[in-house]
């Protein structure tokens, strides 16, 4: 613990696929506000990407976190897409050392990370094609 906040060079972290933080709307919201603080505190630098439409204020950083906020095209099926292609393109081009992405509908943009070379994990949260809000082209897109 203590090695990580001693470091010179920390570790980069950007963290894409939510609406962002501090914006506790679901589990994703939630576990992006937990693990940014947590690895803010063990001495992360994490730059979380904001859908910019959602936030009145924009600030820079919070808890020592940077925020990044990223247009969208407000849509129920296009909204998250939109985002979080621009932001792994943003991501993908930055000093990041890993890109953390939630949502298994992100899973395509690992391809962005993968040309610019960044180690990119997802959190899938669960067999989203079994969820009854989503059905046929959605279904299919998940699986």
Request: glycine share 6%; aromatic share 10%.
């Amino acid at each position: 613990m203590n090695q990580l906040k001693n470091n010179i060079n920390p570790l980069k972290i950007s963290i894409i696929g939510s609406r962002g933080y501090p914006y506790v709307y679901s589990g994703y919201e939630t576990l992006i506000k937990e693990l940014s603080e947590r690895l803010v505190a063990r001495g992360c630098e994490v730059t979380v990407y904001c859908h910019r439409n959602l936030f009145n204020k924009k600030p820079a950083l919070v808890k020592g976190i940077k925020l990044v906020y990223v247009p969208t095209i407000e849509s129920k099926s296009l909204s998250q897409l939109i985002h979080s292609f621009l932001s792994m393109c943003h991501a993908a081009t930055s000093d990041a050392d890993v890109i953390f992405a939630v949502n298994a509908a992100n899973g395509p943009f690992g391809l962005i990370s993968k040309i610019f070379r960044k180690p990119t994990a997802i959190n899938v949260d669960g067999l989203e094609w079994l969820r009854p809000k989503w059905k046929g082209l959605g279904a299919k897109y998940f699986k």
